[in-house]
């Protein structure tokens, strides 16, 4: 009792520090009184509840980023983990702020898988380290050879050290981390090693598969350039040969003699295919497509089922790529 005592009164402290933290922030932006009470509300809210509920852990949550990765901790461990999300469905990786329950969720987390350079992470990873300094934080990235090159500006995010973070949309780079990602686990979690061992196979062979029809499929494709609203796929096009040609500049819509360029190239490489993921303006992509003839379709990266998104994205580019 004594020791959730002191964890609920640490948490309590941690969530005071935040909101205190938030406040000078907003005195010094001038937020709008309306706003800043409202937000304080909400604060407030989060931590009396902290300080009336008594810490729990059964040691059976876990975070991760986002939701492909909670896909491969479902499969190896039969889903009997609680993963806890931290970007929900439609949110942006590079703005998106957690709420009050994500916090506390991942505060009884034993630990956090994250991607290493999404925007989000970035800013908040310090505070998250703070609300539970006991967590095992993994950083799928540190296991990768990255793409880097000069600061990418998305407008409403940047990618750091111009680090592109979209790792998980290859194959080939999963494959690689597979491993990474049973061994934390079950270290974190012995009690789950049995099952994960039992699923690791069947996983790591759907992994293999997927790699493997890629390398075929680029190699028996005659075009090999794509265009991509936001340039998610960059992993994808380096590991298995692809060009991709990207609508956004530094993070923002094409202006008016940034798309007239952007069609001159969709006609120079002879694109055929221009994906968008669903949650930007269609607007430029149909424009590029009308005048171009591409085929416009409409991807999710950050769809929960891995293996069915990358085999969807293999059949366009099969398809459409001829």
């Known amino acids: 009792m004594e020791l959730h005592k002191n964890t609920s009164i ?10 205190n933290r938030i406040t000078m922030f907003a005195q010094f932006w001038r937020l709008s009184t309306i706003m800043w009470v409202g937000l304080s509300g909400l604060l407030v809210i989060c931590i009396h509840g902290c300080t009336e509920r008594q810490y729990q852990q059964d040691g059976n949550i876990m ?3 986002i939701h492909p990765i909670a896909y491969f901790i479902d499969r190896l461990t039969d889903n009997a983990l609680d993963v806890n999300v931290m970007i929900p469905p439609g949110a942006s990786h590079g703005t998106y702020s957690p709420t009050p329950q994500q916090f506390q969720r991942l505060s009884d987390s034993g630990m956090y898988l994250r991607i290493g350079y999404l925007g989000y992470e970035q800013v908040w990873i310090g505070r998250l380290r703070e609300m539970n300094p006991s967590m095992k934080v993994v950083n799928l990235s540190d296991h990768v050879e990255l793409i880097r090159g000069l600061e990418i500006d998305h407008g409403d995010h940047k990618h750091e050290g111009g680090v592109d973070p979209h790792i998980w949309m290859s194959p080939l780079v999963m494959r690689r981390l597979l491993p990474i990602i049973k061994s934390s686990l079950v270290e974190v979690y012995p009690h789950l090693e049995e099952v994960a061992d039992r699923n690791y196979p069947d996983l ?13 499929l680029s190699n028996k494709l005659t075009r090999k350039s794509f265009m991509i609203y936001h340039p998610a796929l960059t992993y994808l096009a380096r590991d298995y040969g692809f060009t991709q040609v990207s609508v956004e500049h530094e993070g923002k819509e ?12 969709a006609r120079a490489y002879s694109v055929p295919v221009i994906f968008i993921q669903e949650e930007y303006d269609m607007r430029s992509a149909e424009l590029i497509s009308k005048e171009t003839g591409a085929t416009l379709i409409q991807i999710n990266p950050l769809a929960y089922d891995w293996v069915a998104s990358m085999n969807e994205l293999k059949q366009y580019l099969g398809e459409h790529l001829q």
Not at 10 to 17: A, M, V
Not at 254 to 265: F, G, K, Q, V, Y
Request: aromatic share 8%; charged share 25%.
């Open 63 to 65: 975070s991760v980023s």
């Open 204 to 216: 790591e062979s759907e992994v293999e598969v997927l790699h493997n029809e890629y390398v075929e």
């Open 10 to 19: 640490r948490k309590t402290y941690l969530l005071t520090q935040f909101v």
């Open 254 to 265: 094409p202006s008016p003699a940034m798309l007239s360029r952007i069609i001159r190239d």
